[in-house]
């Protein structure tokens, strides 16, 4: 095992898991994957590609009702029910915070 020398300062990792037809819901599916798109956007227009990484996952056992979920580390935050509405403001916020 070798530690990697690449460490973001900022991690981001969107569910982007889809069920169909389950008990459980539709996941976080097309809510994720818009999501996804919109902070990679935002990393892309403040040239941070190095800085926070923006990853897809499957699911993490938080379902939201709504939008997807998104974790946060190394702060080890989930947030539940992110639009790509809240996308705009996520990633500064999550950024600028102490
Ligand atoms: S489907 Fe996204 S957290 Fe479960």
Redesign the pocket.
Known sequence: MEKSRYEPRLHLFV?T?M?EGSALGP??GAA?KAVFQQLKAHVADRGEYGAVWVTETG??????KKG??VAVMPAAQYFLNVTDEDAGTFLPWAIDRP
């Open positions: 569910c898991h069920r996941g976080c994720g699911c993490m056992g938080l379902c939201p997807c979920t």
